[in-house]
T-cell receptor, first 115, second 111 residues
Framework: KAGVTQTPRYLIKTRGQQVTLSCSPI?????VSWYQQTPGQGLQFLFE???????NKGNFPGRFSGRQFSNSRSEMNVSTLELGDSALYLC??????????????FGPGTRLTVT | KQEVTQIPAALSVPEGENLVLNCSFT??????LQWFRQDPGKGLTSLLL?????REQTSGRLNASLDKSSGRSTLYIAASQPGDSATYLC??????????FGGGTRLMVKP
């Protein structure tokens, strides 16, 4: 089975621009979660999508948004980029979500640099 | 609010040593705890998942234990190898279906 894939792997953007990142979960997984990893804040939860609906949301500003398609693929969008948005963005998939029984499987991440 | 702490932040050991990584969490009402490995600039690789009803899980040279009542988990690595060098992260799941991560332990195993 193919793992979680994320595209692109690397991005360089300028302040004020917007960016869209993509995540394809493991086949059969319906939950996709997004995390931001920075040296200062570590790994922080952005949001989770399940069956095309946002089920949970972390404490991030509204500039961060996402969606999920009927094939479970997910995209996240960051508008009006700030220097502090430079980070490794990771997505994770699991069959039903991070409940008791389910492991979360992570993709390789997208490294976003904002200049 | 759940807080997860990992001690030590960094660890350097000679090859062949057995070692223990520690993880503590403040809210014991967790669904499960997961240990991950992260190589520099890469994504996370799941190592072990311990469900809330379990006390430990083993995979090869790795053994993870969970004590919910005291809010602690340990990851035991036997006979460490240079290839074990990486950052090890623990994460817990409470209600809300999200992982709360510790800051990680950066492990260096010297040949």
């Amino acid at each position: 089975k193919a793992g979680v894939t994320q595209t692109p792997r690397y991005l360089i953007k300028t302040r004020g621009q917007q960016v869209t990142l993509s995540c394809s979960p493991i086949s059969g997984h319906r939950s996709v979660s997004w995390y931001q990893q920075t040296p200062g804040q570590g790994l922080q939860f952005l949001f989770e999508y399940f069956s095309e609906t946002q089920r949970n949301k972390g404490n991030f500003p509204g500039r961060f948004s996402g969606r999920q398609f009927s094939n479970s693929r997910s995209e996240m969008n960051v508008s009006t980029l700030e220097l502090g948005d430079s980070a490794l963005y990771l997505c994770a998939s699991s069959p039903e979500g991070a409940g008791e029984l389910y492991e979360q499987y992570f993709g390789p991440g997208t490294r976003l640099t904002v200049t | 609010k759940q807080e997860v702490t990992q001690i030590p932040a960094a660890l350097s050991v000679p090859e062949g040593e057995n070692l223990v990584l520690n993880c503590s969490f403040t809210d014991s009402a967790i669904y499960n705890l997961q240990w991950f490995r992260q190589d520099p600039g890469k994504g996370l690789t799941s190592l072990l998942l311990i469900q809330s009803s379990q006390r430990e899980q083993t995979s090869g040279r790795l053994n993870a234990s969970l004590d919910k009542s005291s809010g602690r988990s340990t990851l035991y690595i036997a006979a460490s190898q240079p290839g074990d060098s990486a950052t090890y992260l623990c994460a817990v799941v409470n209600a809300g279906n999200m992982l709360t991560f510790g800051g990680g332990t950066r492990l260096m195993v010297k040949p």
